[in-house]
């Protein structure tokens, strides 16, 4: 088993910044991906973000390229969302997953993670 504990999030306005956190125990042994995805309301879970543990590549949806970075620190087994120049169709639930074992599939859907953080709400004002 493995427990995500995430912190950050909050209120911003258009442009600004946020950072999320998420941290993870039990079983970091096993990980094997970690990302982040986001939930509007009415909307379907996206993809956000992705950091591969083994070659440390990561992947971004186009939406959020060169505004969001993902990074990790492995001796934390935390990995951290960077978002800038938010947007207010950023607004949702942003939630961190964790893929354990062999990883099967590229890491761009919800069905490949493991586990499941409990949710941070991001509300950016325009």
């Known amino acids: 088993q493995v427990q995500l504990e995430e912190s950050g999030g909050g209120l911003v306005q258009a442009g600004g910044s946020l950072r999320l956190s998420c941290a993870a125990s039990?079983?970091?042994?096993?990980?094997?991906?970690m990302g982040w995805f986001r939930q509007a309301p009415g909307k379907e879970r996206e993809f956000v973000a992705h950091f591969i543990w083994i070659n440390e590549r990561t992947g971004y949806a186009d939406s959020v390229k060169d505004r969001f970075i993902i990074s990790r620190d492995n001796a934390k087994n935390t990995v951290y969302l960077q978002m800038t120049n938010l947007k207010p169709d950023d607004t949702a639930v942003y939630y961190c997953?964790?893929?354990?074992?062999?990883?099967?599939?590229?890491?761009?859907?919800?069905?490949?993670?493991?586990?499941w953080g409990q949710g941070s709400q991001v509300t950016v004002s325009s």
């Open positions: 039990g079983r970091t042994s096993q990980l094997n991906i």
């Open positions: 997953a964790a893929g354990v074992g062999i990883r099967v599939g590229p890491g761009y859907a919800p069905w490949e993670y493991n586990y």
